[in-house]
Nanobody, 126 residues
Framework: VQLQASGGGLVQAGGSLRLSCAAS????????IGWFRQAPGKERVEVSC????????YYEDSVKGRFTVSSDTAKNTVYLQMNSLKPEDTAVYYC????????????????????WGQGTLVTVSS
């Protein structure tokens, strides 16, 4: 099982980045994929989640309207398009997979996630 997150980098405030999470080794359609971020000294927070099989998504309030999660089931890849980035979006971003049936509209608890990627650093300068 492998989750490979990529796409992080340094961007100015107001800019955009697209993160990718490439999954392998498990039945992609049976899992919800979540995006989490962790800033220095802070807890890990779920910012978005998608269930490709259910067609539902979740966004944490601070990213609603700026971030868009999508999936390409043919490539077993989930994307997080991040627009209008702010300095407070600076964090290490992780993708994770949870065996899940049903909607993810309310998010999924961190303890539900079985597999984690290695993280990719996003730095937004002011």
């Amino acid at each position: 099982v492998q989750l490979q997150a990529s796409g992080g980098g340094l961007v100015q405030a107001g800019g955009s980045l697209r993160l990718s999470c490439a999954a392998s080794g498990f039945a992609f359609d049976d899992y919800a994929i979540g995006w989490f971020r962790q800033a220095p000294g802070k807890e890990r927070v779920e910012v978005s989640c998608i269930s490709s099989s259910h067609g539902s998504t979740y966004y944490e309030d601070s990213v609603k309207g700026r971030f868009t999660v999508s999936s390409d089931t043919a490539k077993n890849t989930v994307y997080l398009q991040m627009n209008s980035l702010k300095p407070e979006d600076t964090a290490v971003y992780y993708c994770a997979a949870a065996l899940w049936v049903g909607t993810v509209q309310s998010g999924i608890g961190v303890n539900e996630f079985d597999y984690w990627g290695q993280g990719t650093l996003v730095t937004v300068s002011s």
